[in-house]
Each structure stands twice: as C-alpha cells, then as structure tokens.
C-alpha cells in the first residue's frame, strides 16, 4: 500500500506496524501516549489518518479495541491466497528469531504440539499463536469476525493477486472507498 501512504490527503504512521490494538499477541507499542505521538504531525489537510498492522485481522481483540478508540474507522484489509500466505509467514517467522523449524512442513506438522504448549521456541514463548500457521491463514473466519462488528460499507478487501495483476484498477478502488481522489 505504499502508493497510499505517498498520498497527499494520506497520513501513514511511520512506523507500518505498531500493533497497539491486539493486545491479546504481538504489540509494538504498548502505550497510548506513544501509539498517538505517531500521528502528532498529521494535520487537518490529512483526509485519512491511518497505519498499518498486519495482526489485527488476526487479533480476537484489536478490532473491539480499534472501535473503541477511532471515530467511525474504515479497515482496508489485504489478503492473499492461504497456500501462499502460510510458507510466506513461515519464512518470516524465521527471519524474525521466532521460528527454529528451518522447514516448513515439519513445522506445519509441530502446529498441534505447540498448540499444546510444546516445541515452542524461546523466542516465541510469550505469543505461541504466531506459530499458529493454519489459524493464522483462516482469512474466512477473521474477515467474517470482523463484519460481526463492522458494516460492509466500512471495510475493503483487496485481494494481492488482484493488486499485482492490476495495481492501477485496485489503487483506484481503494481511493474510491477512502473518499479521496487520485493525486
């Protein structure tokens, strides 16, 4: 979503991921204080003041938290193709520290295990979940979690296949449903 952030009526914290709402995992900042320094140089020009965390689709609490504190939000929600989503994530759980299976087919097969509360590494101790490869990837289950508690007309779901096969007509789709125009 980069073109978006570029925007000029567009405000992007500058850190893509803070995580504050999903206090239930992985959480970046974990002080308000510091979750609202990020959007102190957002000015009224800015139509859209937003950031970016990618765990809160997954969080059974961040988007009760999101509603409690923004007036009226909108979720721009990117997902892709789970048979890719899931090694994707392995690979980036390795390249975080948080993954010690170096393949990923064992480590799909530990999910029980840890499920269990064995063969966690150190690492990823305090947020199990995140080797929780096949829940994370249940894009069906969360995107109907989430409109449980969102209306239709406030949330867009972009498919990445879609962005990369064509990034322009989905660029203009995201515009239209955050009201603004193309800069």
Known sequence: FNGISEHSDVFMSNIEEPHY???DGLQGISSLEEYEALFEVATSEHKIVGEASTHYLFSKVALKN???????PKFLV?????????PSLHAERLWQGRETE???NAAWKLQEKRHQGLSIPRTSRRVPDLLQYGEYCKLGKQLERLLEVVKPEKLHV??????????REQYLKIMHFLEIEDD
């Open 66 to 72: 999101v509603l409690d504190y923004a007036v009226d």
């Open 158 to 167: 972009v498919v990445l296949d879609d962005l990369r096969q064509s990034p």
């Open 21 to 23: 709402f999903n206090t």
């Open 102 to 104: 170096k393949n990923f």
């Open 78 to 86: 990117c997902v892709r193709n789970p048979v890719d989503m899931a």
